[in-house]
């Protein structure tokens, strides 16, 4: 049985020297620094990543926000526009209708006056066939 436990425990151990044993323990106490170390390393690495995760979450926070109110006030604006647009367009179709119904009195005004003309020529022209006179323009035309 004794072999069992030699055979299990490393060399170093079963022999019970005092420089052996020294040797052993100032290992141990240095892994155990190492470790240490390597934990607090770590451990500060971590605190730094959430520190900088935390900070970048607070940008993208800021950057949504931002944009959104940017995105708010772009469409307000595009609202406006609109409405302008509408308003401009009502505009034009009023004036495109003043200025038809201006045309329409215009043309109806020339009719009239064209009327009033002709009933002129017919009453001149059945005072001239009722005396017997010619006009002189007319003549004065056709160079006789």
């Given at each position: 049985m004794?072999?069992?436990?030699?055979?299990?425990?490393?060399?170093?151990?079963?022999?019970?020297?005092?420089?052996?044993?020294?040797?052993?323990?100032?290992?141990?106490e240095t892994e155990k620094k190492l470790a240490l170390v390597k934990a607090w390393e770590e451990n500060e690495k971590a605190k730094i990543d959430n520190k900088a995760y935390k900070k970048i979450s607070a940008i993208g926070?800021?950057?949504?926000?931002k944009k959104s109110a940017v995105e708010a006030?772009?469409?307000?604006?595009?609202?406006?526009?609109?409405?302008k647009k509408e308003e401009y367009a009502e505009r034009m179709k009023n004036k495109v209708?003043?200025?038809?119904k201006q045309a329409e009195e215009r043309r109806a005004m020339i009719e009239a006056k064209k009327g009033e003309d002709f009933l002129k020529i017919e009453e001149t022209a059945a005072k001239f066939r009722s005396t017997g006179y010619t006009p002189k323009k007319f003549l004065g035309c056709f160079g006789s």
């Open positions: 004794a072999e069992v436990a030699a055979a299990e425990t490393p060399p170093s151990v079963t022999e019970k020297s005092p420089n052996n044993r020294d040797s052993v323990l100032a290992r141990v926070s800021w950057e949504n926000t006030q772009l469409k307000s604006i595009e609202e406006k526009l609109e409405k209708a003043q200025l038809h």
